[in-house]
């Protein structure tokens, strides 16, 4: 099985950056594309960002596209998300998923396992 937990999540002022990671143990070479979402309070679990198992595709919301980098880091076993420019909108809780091996990377369905998640909280 494979076992994710993410950290670097915290308190931020609008315009700020953090950098998330998600540290992938267990069964590392079976998670095929990996994904950010996130859920704010009262809200659905939306898509953030995605990143192929070879690395060489990235995918990204519309609302984060230009501030946030996805990238994966193969010696680590971990995902990273860089977040930049940093807005109130983005305040939720962060989670890394994996394990989706369809082109719906969007989808929170595609993906069967999940870190605990970690907030960011970013202040106006």
């Known amino acids: 099985q494979v076992q994710l937990v993410e950290s670097g999540g915290g308190l931020v002022q609008a315009g700020g950056s953090l950098r998330l990671s998600c540290a992938v143990s267990g069964r590392t070479l079976s998670t095929g594309t990996m994904g950010w979402f996130r859920q704010a309070p009262g809200k659905e679990r939306e898509f953030v960002a995605a990143i192929s198992s070879s690395g060489v595709s990235t995918y990204y919301a519309d609302s984060v596209k230009g501030r946030f980098t996805i990238s994966r880091d193969y010696g680590k076993n971990t995902v990273l998300l860089r977040m930049n420019s940093l807005k109130p909108d983005d305040t939720a809780v962060y989670y890394c998923?994996?394990?989706?091996?369809?082109?719906?990377?969007?989808?929170?369905?595609?993906?069967?396992?999940w870190g605990q998640g970690t907030q960011v909280t970013v202040s106006s």
């Open positions: 998923a994996s394990g989706c091996y369809s082109n719906n990377y969007y989808y929170t369905g595609c993906y069967d396992r």
